[in-house]
């Protein structure tokens, strides 16, 4: 089911689009096995979801719907080609509409192996059209929509909409990272790039010029750059499944500053709208459950939370967190409340036996409360 929950009130949860329903909601012709990870437009109007359909001959195995929440009608804007399965259980694609809401990339899965990379017109003018295929692959809009970077394999490169599908190729050989981070003005993307063993942080302009160092890096990083320029957290990845990240850092993108988080190694970490806060998703000793601990600019820890055991989808999030967090919101507009999806301890029943739930993490108040059950929910970027 794709619900709505409106945190006006005490979290009123209206059902939006129902698969349990007699009709398939116009124009399918058939009911969906099951709707998966929605995306909200950045106008907060529209919501993509993703349809997991019940097996037929000839009939696509996931579409791509755009529910429009003021006309409560939505319309067909992609559909898988024939043969072609979704990325995994329960995950038909992934989503990334672009920041000006008229476009969305679509990730999904390429025969006979490997993925592609579709651009959709968000208003379903179209068919998608391929822009890149191979394994991995991820990609980054820039903040005024007009380019992608694009990392596929070990290629770093650029696609100007204008001239889409084609890319200019900066580099090659690029394996120490996954995304790419834009500078919130759009001028400047940070990567790591290495000179023999020594891996820094740099800083490149769209015309694929590095334009300087910000700080040592290493041979394997993840990164995301605060809303506000200032700062940019980067991490070490480790060796080893599931992963993890050490050595958490906020970096000054002014100047030379380095401040070394006292956090332990991390699973993601994302920054707040306001640029206030950072959450950083630290595992247990078990590795089975995950919590939330929040650190202010200066590095300092303000807030620790309970711990979850993490729903499949949040897993999902949180392997891929980087890429996650430029289209999937945790934090509230405000800044004020995080998401988590999973299972905790209640009236000492084991977390295995209770259905997954959706938690709001309170920063102000420390408090934790469940608003709606489900696997995964992401915030409307509207703070009213």
């Known amino acids: 089911m794709l619900a709505a929950a409106d945190d006006d009130g005490g979290f009123a949860t209206v059902s939006l689009l129902d698969p349990e329903a007699d009709d398939p909601p116009a124009p399918l012709l058939v009911r969906p096995a099951s709707y998966a990870w929605p995306a909200w437009s950045a106008d907060g109007r529209n919501i993509f979801v993703s349809t997991i359909e019940t097996p037929r001959s ?16 939505f319309n067909v804007i992609y559909e898988n080609p024939a043969g072609i399965s979704g990325m995994g259980p329960g995950l038909p694609h992934y ?10 990339l679509v990730l999904t899965q390429a025969a006979p192996s490997g993925l592609a990379l579709f651009f959709v017109d968000a208003a379903g003018r179209g068919p ?19 380019a992608v970077l694009l990392h596929v394999g070990g290629e770093l490169s650029l696609m100007e909409l204008a001239s889409a599908p084609s890319a200019e190729v900066f580099a090659t050989n690029h394996v120490g990272y996954r995304v790419p981070a834009w500078s919130p003005d759009g001028r400047h993307f940070a990567v790591t790039s290495g000179d023999g063993r020594n891996y820094s942080l740099v800083l490149y302009d769209r015309g694929g010029h590095v334009t300087g160092s910000l700080a040592p890096s290493w041979s394997s990083a993840v990164f995301a750059w605060s809303p506000d320029g200032e700062l940019i957290a980067q991490a070490q990845a480790r060796r080893g499944q599931p992963q993890r990240f050490g050595d958490l850092q906020l970096v ?11 956090v332990g190694d991390c699973c993601a970490f994302v920054w707040s709208p306001t640029s206030e806060h950072l959450a950083v998703l630290v595992p247990d000793s078990s590795g089975q459950r995950v919590s939330w601990t929040v650190v202010d600019r200066a590095g300092h820890i303000i807030r620790r939370f309970s711990a979850i055991q993490p729903s499949t989808e949040f ?14 919101a945790l934090w509230s507009a405000d800044g004020a409340g995080l998401l988590g999806f999973g299972r905790m301890p209640y009236d000492s029943m084991p977390p295995e036996l209770l259905p997954s739930s959706i938690y709001l993490f309170d920063v102000a108040s420390g408090q934790v ?3 709606a059950p489900g696997s995964v929910a992401f915030w409307s ?3 009213g």
């Open 128 to 146: 998608g059209s391929p822009v890149a295929r191979g394994a991995p692959l991820f990609s980054a809009w820039s903040p005024t929509s007009d």
């Open 95 to 104: 989503l990334n509409p672009s920041p000006d809401g008229r476009h969305v």
């Open 381 to 383: 970027p509207r703070t």
């Open 369 to 371: 409360q469940s608003v």
């Open 58 to 73: 000839g009939q696509p195995a996931a579409r791509l719907l755009r529910y429009d929440l003021k006309g409560k009608a």
């Open 315 to 328: 897993s999902v999030f949180t392997a891929f967190f980087d890429q996650y967090l430029l289209s999937h």
């Open 252 to 262: 000054g993108t002014g100047g030379r500053s380095v401040r070394h988080l006292k």
